[in-house]
């Protein structure tokens, strides 16, 4: 029965047939707007949910990693990523890069695409060019704020614009405007980049997609205060204020084909006869022009982007050169790269001490699938390298932590069967919260105790948005410690695993799949396991240079200490000098004798940018003082870092006056390997307060020190997980209740006028 009806039937309803229309459209309109306005509110209420901010229509500085969709006035259309082609020439010891990204605009609007995409940590990116139907657009590095202010004028100009911006050193976004209907766009990005080195093997490494990140919520809320009152309050602090530039949509593989199709093609030339080149996550083809060089290319043509390319090439003699010289000229400068490979310890002949080492393992959703496996046998190999001297603990943490021991133990059998239990019987799930993990790996309670060589080995994927969270704790904890990172998993972040590793005075090693893990396990241990050359030093006998690292790192075994310096002239000779366990080292370099490089001094200004980096966050160097020499040598060396962009802009309009400009993103792969349920099946909890649970690890039970936090991940829709839409039908319900309201209204008025007075 209708509402109309109910006023027809009822006896105790005496209305006038007009009034009960009235009625009738009085009470369907409220109807109307009472659904409207719950549409609505529940799809602002899905979009508040979850952990991270999300929108439905994105604004170019609110991109999604690796994510290009287009906006239409019905929703949202795929735009179709014709491909990547990443063409990369090694010389010697460096690396020149060329990644062209290739779209099309199949809409019949005008198109801005914006997206976001991974590179090398140490690549200096220099170059952009845009190709957009005929025209060619080339870039130029500015101040980060004028390079985008000169975008968003040709931008709202009609003119075809490019801008690259750095996000983290490894990530960046790129910004398209006005591309037309039915057009092709090509991108072209250009970096350099160091050749990288581990004993006789030679690696370079293709980063093909950055993985979903955690991004925990900020802790400390904002507490608005009058000026002239005396209350307490406390700043607001994000730990990932550009969570949203670092967030991707990430598609489904259970229901959803690869994208983003990659070709690769690498043209080696080591300088060196070579021995062995091998791929070691893709199939590749190898052509062999002559010794010392080889033509490298993916066996079947394009792979999708969902896992990082790993090259590595040996020389044909037994034991790769221990020494590399090469210079650059450049203005009035010459540039100087080295690479020095100390001896093996075995000659050194230095008993090394019992070691302290503390394990700690990721087991976060992100680790789901084959990354947990690597994690946990990789942990198992190194438990089972222990030695009877050596004591040891084991943390795991997702975002809860646990400790399994009050104290680091004996390395014996019983305690070793312990851990090797607690090891196996993890399971990925939750969030990362890394930063107390490695507070408490870097909690020394036997810091007095110098017969011990104090090591802490972690184990993670990486995959967290607040870098600079971890990066200080280990700055201002690290004492004695040494931080070894094990990056884990087919996309692992290796701007962080690096970087920590250089603050705590350790080394990087990666494992990208399972069969990789005794290798690099055992290559780890051999570094663990014996003295590192410490109290290094580089002094040249005539030339005045200005050397990077400012401070030289320890060097472990089979390592090279990597110096660039930019030096007055060419003249006389380096001569490096160090300790092997106690022993005393030195080696003189004759720069007469470098051999010539190519784009040395853009890795010296990417490497001097590193540093004033590392300045700051150890607070060597003030912030303004830190950016300050970043800024000068990004606009000298025309370099893209946290404070310069690359913009390009056409000077010729080409969308026409009062055409509109739609939005345009992508999405992207689920890194290989990784569980989608494990990091978007889970719906985030609500916060907990921080809780401590103790008990003792002989009766079965483990301590704990458990931070409970929401788990950032959101339940998807079918296939993809999409960005928390507000776009509901609620504002025609609402307009809809509007309109039965004012023709209720009118009736009402109507049939007044008609009743006698």
Request: hydrophobic letters at 40%; a neutral charge; aromatic letters at 6%.
């Given at each position: ?7 027809e ?6 209305l ?16 109307a ?6 549409a ?10 979850a ?20 906006k ?9 990523r ?11 010891p ?33 170059t ?15 101040e980060k ?6 975008y ?12 690259t ?5 490894n ?20 970096y ?9 093997e ?15 919520k ?6 608005d205060?009058?000026?002239?009152g ?10 990932v204020?550009?969570?949203?530039r ?12 690869p ?11 080591a ?12 199939q590749?083809k ?27 090439w ?7 050169p ?26 050194a ?18 680790m789901?699938?084959?990354?947990i ?29 646990d400790?399994?021991?009050p104290?680091p ?40 105790d110098a017969?011990?060589v104090r ?18 704790t280990?700055?201002?904890?690290r ?15 290796t701007?962080?695993?690096?970087r920590?590793?250089?603050l ?6 990666h ?12 290559d ?10 410490t ?11 200005d050397?990077?690292p ?8 089979d390592e090279p200490?990597?110096?660039?310096a ?21 080696v003189t370099?004759?720069?007469a ?7 040395l ?14 300045a700051?966050?150890?607070?060597q160097?003030s912030?303004e ?20 962009s690359?913009?390009a ?6 969308r ?12 992207i792969?689920?890194p290989?390997?990784w ?8 719906r ?19 301590q ?5 936090r ?21 504002e025609?319900?609402?307009i ?6 004012a ?7 109507f ?5 006698p007075?």
């Amino acid at each position: 029965m209708t509402i109309y009806d109910a006023c027809e039937s009822s006896p105790r309803i005496r209305l006038s047939r007009r009034m009960r229309i009235a009625v009738f459209f009085l009470v369907e309109g409220v109807l109307a707007l009472v659904i409207g306005f719950a549409a609505l509110f529940l799809s602002f209420d899905s979009a508040w949910s979850a952990e991270q901010p999300q929108h439905a229509v994105l604004r170019p500085s609110e991109a999604r990693s690796g994510s290009l969709r287009l906006k239409t006035d019905d929703g949202y259309a795929d735009a179709t990523r014709l491909g990547i082609d990443v063409d990369l020439t090694v010389s010697g010891p460096t690396v020149r890069a060329r990644v062209t990204q290739i779209f099309r605009n199949p809409t019949k609007e005008w198109m801005e695409a914006t997206y976001v995409y991974p590179l090398p940590a140490g690549g200096a990116v220099d170059t952009l060019k845009m190709v957009v139907g005929n025209r060619v657009v080339v870039g130029d590095i500015k101040e980060k704020q004028q390079a985008r202010a000169i975008y968003e004028q040709a931008r709202q100009n009609g003119q075809k614009a490019a801008l690259t911006e750095q996000e983290r050193p490894n990530i960046f976004t790129n910004s398209v405007a006005n591309i037309g209907p039915g057009e092709t766009v090509l991108v072209q990005i250009e970096y350099q980049e160091p050749v990288q080195q581990n004993g006789n093997e030679f690696s370079l490494r293709v980063p093909m997609v950055v993985g979903p990140r955690y991004n925990p919520k900020p802790v400390v809320q904002s507490v608005d205060l009058r000026a002239d009152g005396n209350g307490w309050g406390a700043a607001n602090t994000d730990p990932v204020p550009d969570r949203d530039r670092i967030t991707p949509e990430v598609l489904d593989p259970a229901t959803n084909a690869p994208i983003n199709p990659t070709n690769i093609t690498v043209r080696l030339n080591a300088g060196f006869p070579l021995g062995e080149v091998k791929s070691h996550h893709h199939q590749v083809k190898i052509e062999s022009p002559d010794s010392a060089t080889r033509v490298i290319k993916l066996a079947e043509g394009p792979v999708p982007a969902d896992s990082d390319f790993e090259l590595s090439w040996k020389p044909a003699a037994e034991k790769a050169p221990s020494v590399g010289l090469f210079r650059e000229h450049v203005g009035n400068s010459d540039y100087l790269l080295a690479f020095v490979t100390p001896p093996s310890v075995e000659q050194a002949q230095q008993k090394p001490l019992p070691r302290e080492v503390i394990f700690v393992i990721d087991n976060s959703g992100s680790m789901g699938g084959t990354s947990i496996i690597q994690a946990k046998a990789s942990l198992m190999y190194a438990l089972g390298r222990l030695q009877p001297a050596d004591r040891f603990n084991v943390i795991r943490f997702d975002d809860t932590m646990d400790v399994l021991f009050p104290a680091p133990v004996a390395a014996n059998s019983g305690n070793i069967g312990t851990a090797t239990s607690f090891v196996g019987a993890l399971q990925a799930r939750g969030g990362t919260e890394m930063v107390p993990a490695m507070r408490a790996a870097l909690s020394d309670t036997n810091r007095d105790d110098a017969s011990y060589v104090r090591q802490v080995v972690f184990l993670t994927d990486g995959a967290i948005g607040n870098e600079q969270q971890l990066f200080e704790t280990i700055s201002a904890l690290r004492g004695r410690s040494r931080v070894f990172m094990v990056g884990i998993g087919s996309a692992p972040n290796t701007y962080l695993m690096t970087r920590a590793a250089e603050l705590g005075r350790g080394t990087f090693t990666h494992i990208g799949s399972v069969e990789q893990v005794d290798e690099r396990m055992r290559d780890l241990f051999a570094k663990l396991e014996n003295p590192a050359v410490t109290g290094l030093s580089a002094k040249f006998s005539e030339a005045t240079a200005d050397l990077t690292p400012s401070a030289l790192p320890d060097v472990y075994r089979d390592e090279p200490l990597v110096l660039a310096a930019k030096l007055d002239k060419l003249a006389g000779s380096v001569e490096i000098k160090g300790r092997i366990g106690d022993r005393p080292w030195s080696v003189t370099l004759p720069l007469a004798n470098a051999a010539e490089g190519k784009g040395l001094s853009k890795l010296w200004a990417r490497r001097k940018i590193a540093d004033a980096e590392v300045a700051r966050t150890t607070r060597q160097a003030s912030p303004e003082d830190a950016d300050k020499t970043i800024l000068a040598l990004a606009l000298e060396h025309q370099l893209v870092t946290r404070l310069t962009s690359l913009v390009a802009v056409d000077k010729t309009p080409s969308r026409p006056a009062g055409e509109p400009l739609k939005l345009a993103e992508l999405p992207i792969n689920l890194p290989a390997g990784w569980d989608f349920a494990k990091v978007f099946g889970e719906r985030p909890q609500q916060p907990a307060a921080p809780t401590e649970r103790r008990a003792e690890a002989g009766d079965g039970k483990l301590q704990v020190a458990a931070l409970k936090r929401p788990v950032p991940v959101a339940t998807p829709s079918p296939g993809t997980v999409q960005l928390p839409k507000t776009a509901t039908d609620a504002e025609l319900k609402m307009i809809a209740g509007m309109i039965l309201l004012a023709i209720s209204l009118l009736l009402l008025v109507f049939n007044r006028r008609q009743m006698p007075n």
